[in-house]
């Protein structure tokens, strides 16, 4: 029988945003076993920096709070229903109380929080929430590269202007080395565009640089002449490494127009197990669970049971505030791993991270192809980049996330770069 042709168009932004994928996604791809395979490599031999994720272990009563509702046929049939839109009232007590216990937030409540399926999705429906077709959000050069296409997304015709914090020449982060020119050039962009929001993360992806307490302090009082917002994503927040800024311990309730973006990711290792919440003023808050109804309905209701018990459980023993300092440790080590190995067998201009799971290096020449020829070359794969910024156009992102319990393989992995590059 002859099949009859059909016009399966989609619409116009998400053929455009198929024909442009993320940056990220492409080289991901590459990372796939028969990439690897096609390439004449064995697979069980390449050395991946490209990971954006966490391998240190989630904390034990962490899963224990599973096993307990599972175990329990009450509380596993009730983790099978619908929450509140916006998350259980117990759930979100437990996070102002997660955020008061170890940044020292003094006011936050339930009120202020509004909990998701993951950072990447509760940022897509803020977006929806607070930003009107023709608006100016302004965002970092470099900064994280799936803003953009989530932007796009969400408020078509949004206009996004770039505040550039690493200097391409010298390769400085010039919020530390030349912090009055980054405070022109807010002072410039904010006349110019009178963006909407602003949007950075602390640690920053891909850079690990904490932004400044003063440069923070000089947005905010933008922000609150012009109404603007300020979000904050802080997905690395507990991989600080030094002392938190002030900004850390900011509430919604001292400042209106702050927005923060957490999620469970990074901190629990959980990032399969999709959790993560926005804290916000109250109108805010109810803005997003309007956004939500059209869309994940509720969060996840096992993962909000076991975040309450554990939170709770953790807090009173003391077993939280260890298992974050450890984690912390672990992941600074790993970074230093990575400068030290950089030094040793690059001798190539990087930033020294200050949290997070990331170095970026300086590698004289378009990132892409290097990434490519690396690969090929060495068996080691790493992220071009240009899809941070154009100021890391000629830069690569080295994730030590993914070793973190195994050093060797960050010292392995450099030094098959530096025997190419030699």
Known sequence: ???R????????????????????RQIMKLAERQTIIDLGLNPEDVISFAGGWVNHQAPAAFRQAYLDVINDPVLFHQSGGYTATLGTEECRTSIAEFEKHLFGIRELTAANIAIGVGSTQVTFDLFR??????????LLDPTYANYEGQLAFAVPDIQIVKLRVLDPETWNYLPRTDPQRVV????RMWKEHKPKAVLFGSPDNPTSQIFPQALVDVIMERAIQTHSYVLVDFAYKAQCFGE?????????????????????SKWARGLGRRLGWIEAAPPVVDGIERVHQCGILC???LHQMTMARYVKRSIADGTLRTYIDDTRKAYRAAGQATVDAVDRHLDLRRLEPEG????????????????REALKNTGVLLVPGAGFGASLSRGVRISFGPHVTGLAKIEEGISRLGKFMR
Not at 5 to 24: M, N, V, W, Y
Not at 244 to 264: G, R, V
Not at 356 to 371: H, Q, T
């Open 129 to 138: 929430t607070i930003l009107d077709p023709g608006d100016t959000i302004l």
């Open 244 to 264: 938190p800024p002030a900004y850390y311990s900011w509430s919604p309730e001292d400042h209106p127009n702050l927005i923060c973006i957490h999620s469970n």
């Open 299 to 301: 969060p996840d209701t």
């Open 1 to 3: 029988m002859q099949t």
């Open 184 to 187: 022109d050039d807010v002072n």
């Open 5 to 24: 042709a059909f016009d399966l168009s989609l619409s116009a932004l998400t053929t455009q945003q198929i024909e442009h994928p993320s940056p990220i």
């Open 356 to 371: 997070g799971l990331y170095v970026v290096v300086d590698v004289k020449r378009e990132s892409d192809a290097f990434v």
